[in-house]
C-alpha cells in the first residue's frame, strides 16, 4: 500500500503562488505515474497534472498549462506542484494520486489518493 499525504496549501490572493507537497510512504513511487486532482464545491474532480514514473513525461490540464508545473524527486518520494498566477478559479481542495495508469488523465486509473489539501484564491 501506498499513503499519500498533501501540504502546502492556503489562502492566497489572485496572481500569488502556492507550492504543494506530496510525500508518499509504505513503498516506493519510482514505477508509479503520479497527478494531482483537484474538487471544488459543486463541481466533478477533474485533473491537474500528471507526471511518468521518470518524471521525463508530463501532462497539464488545459486551464493551468503555463501556470502550474509538476515534477517529482524520486529520493524523497515525493511530487510538487507548482502554481503560479493563480485565479480564483483554481480554488478546490487539490489531491494527489499515484498508480500504474496509462491514462495520466483518468482518475480511475490511480490506485492511491491523498486526503487533499484546501487551495482558496481570493479576487
Known amino acids: 500500500q501506498v499513503q499519500l499525504v498533501e501540504s502546502g496549501g492556503g489562502l492566497v490572493q489572485a496572481g500569488d503562488s502556492l507550492r504543494l507537497s506530496c510525500a508518499a510512504s509504505g513503498r516506493t513511487v519510482i514505477n508509479m505515474v503520479m497527478a494531482w486532482f483537484r474538487q471544488a464545491p459543486g463541481k466533478e474532480r477533474e485533473f491537474v497534472s500528471g507526471?511518468?514514473?521518470?518524471?521525463?513525461?508530463?501532462a497539464n490540464a488545459d486551464s493551468v498549462k503555463g501556470r502550474f508545473t509538476i515534477s517529482r524527486d524520486n529520493a524523497k518520494n515525493t511530487v510538487y506542484l507548482q502554481m503560479n498566477s493563480l485565479k480564483p478559479e483554481d480554488t478546490a481542495v487539490y489531491y494527489c494520486?499515484?498508480?500504474?495508469?496509462?491514462?495520466?488523465?483518468?482518475?480511475?486509473?490511480?490506485?492511491?489518493w491523498g486526503q487533499g489539501t484546501q487551495v482558496t484564491v481570493s479576487s
Open positions: 507526471i511518468s514514473g521518470g518524471g521525463r513525461d508530463t
Open positions: 494520486a499515484a498508480g500504474p495508469a496509462i491514462m495520466f488523465r483518468q482518475a480511475p486509473h490511480y490506485a492511491y
